[in-house]
């Protein structure tokens, strides 16, 4: 059975920082994408970042250089540093993973992943 669990969203003014989690268990980091989406009120949800055997990464254009995807996996978690937030980052945050590479290559979209967490609340004031 494979299980995420994401943690640590909340409420910051704009250009703090929060750090969010996702712990997983039943499934290995070993050929997996990981990542993470977004999804706002009124917008499709959207890809942030993803990860592929710890130190393959992609960022969306309106996170790079301010969020940071990490795995550890001696705890078997999965990380997102978001730093300098901004007002559009307000999101409901999702974790989510599946067994082929190429849809965190290729085709990083919603309708790829089988496993999902159940969602963090981000919002960040003006």
């Known amino acids: 059975q494979v299980q995420l669990v994401e943690s640590g969203g909340g409420s910051v003014q704009a250009g703090g920082s929060l750090r969010l989690s996702c712990a997983v268990s039943?499934?290995?980091?070993?050929?997996?994408?990981m990542g993470w989406f977004r999804q706002a009120p009124g917008k499709e949800r959207e890809g942030v970042a993803n990860?592929?055997?710890?130190?393959?990464?992609w960022y969306a254009d309106s996170v790079k250089g301010r969020f940071t995807i990490s795995q550890d996996n001696a705890k078997n978690t999965l990380y997102l540093q978001m730093n300098s937030l901004k007002p559009e980052d307000t999101a409901m945050y999702y974790c989510?993973?599946?067994?082929?590479?190429?849809?965190?290559?290729?085709?990083?979209?919603?309708?790829?992943?089988?496993?999902w967490g159940q969602g963090t609340q981000v919002t960040v004031s003006s």
């Open positions: 989510a993973a599946d067994r082929p590479y190429w849809i965190c290559t290729d085709n990083f979209a919603p309708y790829n992943f089988g496993y």
């Open positions: 039943g499934l290995s980091y070993s050929s997996y994408c």
């Open positions: 990860i592929i055997s710890g130190d393959m990464t």
